[in-house]
């Protein structure tokens, strides 16, 4: 260890932050996560059909006769371990960044402070990009070179319901702009306006692509109900992407409402409003890929 990194704490120009679980906590939501998701919609329905046939049970391995019992009896409360786990990310994340504002006060190097976290942001940015790509990626080639993926010819995507979604998650990509704009003038009652209204629009959106997937499932189009069949795997692409995307937006709201509460506690000034930055630069990034999606999944595809 360097003599600088042993003597970090007696410098007054230096901030390091005690230790902390949140990511931890963080991370372990993400991980039962997908696994509700996946019980919810179905996906190890068919543990429980071979484990109600006596031939496979009989020729069954040992770590099959273990675990497709337990992901059998996982598989019936998927949607309670989904709810749960989505609470629990909300909840810890929220954590972590409370945890984060406490010691934001304890730095004597402000500016510095600054510079480390937009490149925090920047990072984290780049990250969600590559995860978005893969699915982008995994659409492309399976749809142009491998020319796998079959949409159901009696399933309509699109329509006025999305093209009106659309509008307003792109309307409230300017909104959340303008409240940036006018928190960095200072004007706080025009930035908390904004801020509302871009919170609002961004509730619309979910609603109407909680509706499009309810219309959806009563028509059957869900991987479960597919089966085998050759169009189950754009349905597992619609609703990976979509879907994926759906969580980063709620995301964003909760971080855009986490900053909704601290411009009311005053916590803001024209000078200092990292989080406004944060959040309104992930909303665009959001706004973004929805483009990307639209046009990928209900133009080019559907």
Known sequence: MSEAAEHAHDDPMSHVPPPSFWPFYVCLTLCVLPFGILMSVGSFD??????????????AGLLDSIFYPIWSALNSIGPIILWVSLTAFFFTIMGWCHQIIKEKPLSHDSA?????????LK??????????SAIFGYLYITNYIGGTLVKPEDIHLGGTL??????????????CEFAMIAL??????????????TILLGVIFLGCQGYEYG??????????????????????????????????????????????FRMELGHFDEKRHFS???ASLYWHF???VWILLFISVYVMVA
């Open 162 to 175: 999305v093209a009106l979604a659309t509008i307003l998650l792109i309307s409230s990509s300017v909104t």
């Open 46 to 59: 068919e543990h429980a059909a071979k484990l109600a046939d006596s031939t496979w049970v009989d020729g």
């Open 215 to 260: 219309l959806l499932i009563i028509e059957g189009f869900t991987p479960a109900a597919i089966g085998e069949k050759e169009t189950n795997a754009f349905a597992t692409l619609f609703y990976t992407s979509t879907g994926f995307h759906g969580f980063h937006v709620l995301t964003g709201l909760v971080m855009l409402f986490l900053v909704w």
């Open 112 to 120: 510095q402070q600054q510079v480390e976290l937009k490149m925090l």
């Open 286 to 288: 959001v706004d973004i």
């Open 276 to 278: 406004m930055f944060a």
């Open 184 to 197: 960095h003038k200072g004007n706080k009652n025009q930035a908390r306006a904004m801020l509302v209204l």
């Open 123 to 132: 990072m984290f940015l780049v990250s969600e990009a590559m995860a978005f």
